[in-house]
């Protein structure tokens, strides 16, 4: 029942490293601290204080919560190695079928978590494109330009085009773009966190805080040369950035953290043009959860140390230091790099930022290129059981990619990417329904893990265990970030009920789309009960699944 090259028509050119490559791709920690710290520095509990003390250890749980998922999501590529483009959308239909279970529900299981993988794979480029149009409009205003909202909507259309244009060359070329994105991303979350360390360490006050007498010992020459601002660390000792300090923040923390790091499954998207599906899918997702996920704790730690109080912003007149200040930044981290470039390297800070800015907008693109590729082969299966439409399921001649998928997905990555740009609000709903997509997604593919290796021989604790905390974990956190972004009232609260909304019109869409497409068009993969065509299709999973 599974798709190979010649079922598929894709070609199989991708290694372990490019698996692995383009499940980093979509992870992205070059981007992700630029544009979620203000975020996390923003958030408070129920009483107003805040959990940005919490930030590192809110993302270590978040990134053991997500290994849970990784893991099921391997054991599932592991099973079914032949599952073609189509990611949990297959799984989901080989683990019923393997279990006993009636074409009606083996379909209506598929059919689910197919559509269901839209809300993330087809939303989240446009959050993507919609950070990148600020991104670009930052970056501008800070050279003295003047962004209108025109340009805004200018700058997404032109990022989407560009992914569109890339994606629409293969996933060879998007290995290669992505490979060389990684890399620099790298270099450069390393060079910055190692000056945070080294702006931690050298500053005269927290130098005389573990050594009092300091300055009689070190000779005068070189104590000047260390930073003059006398900063005082809102964490004082570097122990406390790795410790939880109140559990409740943690996991406030963690909802925001989760999202940070998910990306890793799809690698289960490219089984149809791997080359050792078998071998190098399972363990793509889980390298590339673990890399990407210690860049993240090593970032973050640096950026914990640096938070210090002579980091002001001041809003209406009124002054903000420290975790305050970056909640009140439109780009705290970008205020981190040029302090560190002015304070370390002799006033540099401009150009050090624009360096790690545009290092931000190569991790952007490689993050929206990965999910794009992702997306558009899970539409591709659908397509080519005539569960979506069916040009959605053909190839270009040439580049075999689904180019049609592409095409759309460029259009709408624009459209959703061109809204979010807008405002705050319009940012916050988008990403909230490529989140709830996310959460959802990952709690079903849990159960679909425990549905289908229940029985099998092996460790119970990958069987039974991990799928179970796993979706009780991913539902957990789809219910934390709904109730936060609610209990956030105003604005906050409002996009949260606009992807409430949404959320519930895309299933009504799914709904009326597969009772009507059941009555004009039996899935190729799995008829439906009653149709004239019945007996034919069911010939055709026989010869399926025999081969």
Same mark, same amino acid.
């Given at each position: 029942?599974?798709?190979?090259?010649?079922?598929?028509?894709?070609?199989?050119?991708?290694?372990?490293?490019?698996?692995?490559?383009?499940?980093?791709?979509?992870?992205?920690?070059?981007?992700?601290?630029?544009?979620?710290?203000?975020?996390?520095?923003?958030?408070?509990?129920?009483?107003?204080?805040?959990?940005?003390?919490?930030?590192?250890?809110?993302?270590?749980?978040?990134?053991?919560?997500?290994?849970?998922?990784?893991?099921?999501?391997?054991?599932?590529?592991?099973?079914?190695?032949?599952?073609?483009?189509?990611?949990?959308?297959?799984?989901?239909?080989?683990?019923?079928?393997?279990?006993?279970?009636?074409?009606?529900?083996?379909?209506?299981?598929?059919?689910?978590?197919?559509?269901?993988?839209?809300?993330?794979?087809?939303?989240?480029?446009?959050?993507?494109?919609?950070?990148?149009?600020?991104?670009?409009?930052?970056?501008?205003?800070?050279?003295?330009?003047?962004?209108?909202?025109?340009?805004?909507?200018?700058?997404?259309?032109?990022?989407?085009?560009?992914?569109?244009?890339?994606?629409?060359?293969?996933?060879?070329?998007?290995?290669?773009?992505?490979?060389?994105?990684?890399?620099?991303?790298?270099?450069?979350?390393? &060079?910055?966190?190692?000056?945070?360390? !080294? %702006?931690?360490?050298? =500053?005269? @006050?927290?130098? $005389?805080?573990? *050594? #009092? /007498? +300091? &300055?009689?010992?070190?000779?005068?020459? !070189? %104590?000047?040369?260390? =930073?003059? @601002?006398?900063? $005082?660390?809102? *964490? #004082? /000792? +570097?122990?406390?950035?790795?410790?939880?300090?109140?559990?409740?923040?943690?996991?406030? @923390?963690?909802?925001?953290?989760?999202?940070?790091?998910?990306?890793?499954?799809?690698?289960?998207?490219?089984?149809?043009?791997?080359?050792?599906?078998?071998?190098?899918?399972?363990?793509?997702?889980?390298?590339?959860?673990?890399?990407?996920?210690?860049?993240?704790?090593?970032?973050?730690?640096?950026?914990?140390?640096?938070?210090?109080?002579?980091?002001?912003?001041?809003?209406?007149?009124?002054?903000?230091?420290?975790?305050?200040?970056?909640?009140?930044?439109?780009?705290?981290?970008?205020?981190?790099?040029?302090?560190?470039?002015?304070?370390?390297?002799?006033?540099?800070?401009?150009?050090?930022?624009?360096?790690?800015?545009?290092?931000?907008?190569?991790?952007?693109?490689?993050?929206?290129?990965?999910?794009?590729?992702?997306?558009?082969?899970?539409?591709?299966?659908?397509?080519?059981?005539?569960?979506?439409?069916?040009?959605?399921?053909?190839?270009?001649?040439?580049?075999?990619?689904?180019?049609?998928?592409?095409?759309?997905?460029?259009?709408?990555?624009?459209?959703?990417?061109?809204?979010?740009?807008?405002?705050?609000?319009?940012?916050?709903?988008?990403?909230?329904?490529?989140?709830?997509?996310?959460?959802?997604?990952?709690?079903?593919?849990?159960?679909?893990?425990?549905?289908?290796?229940?029985?099998?021989?092996?460790?119970?604790?990958?069987?039974?265990?991990?799928?179970?905390?796993?979706?009780?974990?991913?539902?957990?956190?789809?219910?934390?970030?709904?109730?936060?972004?609610?209990?956030?009232?105003?604005?906050?609260?409002?996009?949260?009920?606009?992807?409430?909304?949404?959320?519930?019109?895309?299933?009504?869409?799914?709904?009326?789309?597969?009772?009507?497409?059941?009555?004009?068009?039996?899935?190729?993969?799995?008829?439906?009960?009653?149709?004239?065509?019945?007996?034919?299709?069911?010939?055709?999973?026989?010869?399926?699944?025999?081969?």
């Amino acid at each position: 029942m599974g798709e190979n090259e010649s079922t598929t028509g894709m070609k199989k050119t991708l290694g372990l490293l490019g698996v692995t490559i383009n499940a980093m791709a979509l992870i992205a920690p070059g981007a992700f601290l630029w544009i979620t710290y203000q975020v996390q520095a923003a958030q408070t509990d129920v009483n107003g204080n805040s959990t940005a003390p919490d930030m590192w250890f809110g993302l270590a749980v978040a990134i053991l919560i997500a290994l849970l998922t990784a893991i099921s999501y391997s054991a599932l590529a592991r099973r079914y190695p032949d599952a073609g483009a189509g990611s949990s959308y297959n799984f989901a239909v080989r683990a019923f079928l393997d279990r006993g279970s009636s074409n009606r529900a083996a379909r209506g299981a598929k059919f689910t978590l197919g559509w269901i993988s839209h809300l993330y794979y087809w939303v989240y480029p446009g959050v993507m494109v919609a950070f990148m149009a600020i991104l670009i409009s930052y970056i501008l205003t800070t050279l003295g330009f003047t962004i209108t909202p025109v340009m805004l909507i200018g700058f997404a259309v032109a990022f989407a085009a560009i992914t569109g244009f890339i994606s629409y060359r293969g996933i060879t070329a998007s290995t290669r773009v992505n490979l060389i994105l990684n890399i620099w991303q790298w270099i450069v979350l390393i &060079s910055i966190t190692v000056l945070a360390l !080294i %702006y931690r360490f050298m =500053n005269p @006050q927290y130098l $005389t805080y573990l *050594i #009092p /007498n +300091l &300055s009689a010992i070190v000779p005068s020459q !070189i %104590y000047s040369l260390m =930073n003059p @601002q006398f900063a $005082t660390f809102v *964490i #004082p /000792n +570097l122990i406390n950035i790795i410790t939880p300090q109140n559990l409740s923040h943690v996991l406030f @923390q963690a909802t925001i953290a989760i999202l940070l790091i998910v990306g890793f499954e799809s690698a289960t998207a490219l089984m149809a043009e791997a080359k050792n599906p078998s071998r190098d899918i399972p363990r793509g997702i889980i390298i590339a959860l673990i890399v990407q996920g210690i860049c993240y704790l090593f970032e973050y730690f640096g950026a914990q140390a640096w938070i210090n109080t002579s980091y002001t912003v001041t809003v209406s007149g009124q002054i903000y230091t420290g975790f305050a200040a970056a909640a009140q930044s439109s780009a705290p981290i970008g205020d981190m790099v040029t302090n560190l470039g002015n304070s370390l390297l002799g006033g540099y800070g401009l150009q050090l930022m624009l360096i790690v800015a545009i290092s931000v907008a190569a991790a952007i693109l490689g993050t929206t290129l990965a999910c794009m590729n992702t997306g558009v082969r899970i539409s591709f299966a659908m397509g080519q059981d005539n569960e979506m439409p069916r040009a959605l399921g053909e190839l270009h001649k040439r580049n075999r990619i689904p180019h049609k998928g592409v095409l759309v997905l460029a259009v709408a990555s624009a459209v959703i990417g061109a809204f979010g740009a807008l405002t705050v609000t319009n940012l916050t709903a988008i990403a909230l329904i490529s989140n709830i997509g996310t959460f959802i997604l990952y709690g079903l593919t849990n159960a679909v893990a425990f549905f289908a290796l229940a029985k099998e021989r092996g460790s119970i604790f990958i069987r039974r265990v991990i799928p179970n905390i796993g979706a009780a974990a991913n539902i957990a956190m789809l219910v934390a970030v709904v109730y936060i972004a609610i209990l956030g009232g105003g604005a906050t609260q409002y996009a949260a009920f606009l992807a409430i909304a949404a959320t519930g019109v895309w299933a009504l869409i799914g709904v009326t789309y597969f009772a009507m497409n059941s009555k004009t068009a039996p899935s190729s993969m799995l008829p439906y009960p009653g149709k004239k065509s019945v007996s034919k299709s069911i010939s055709k999973s026989k010869s399926l699944k025999a081969e």
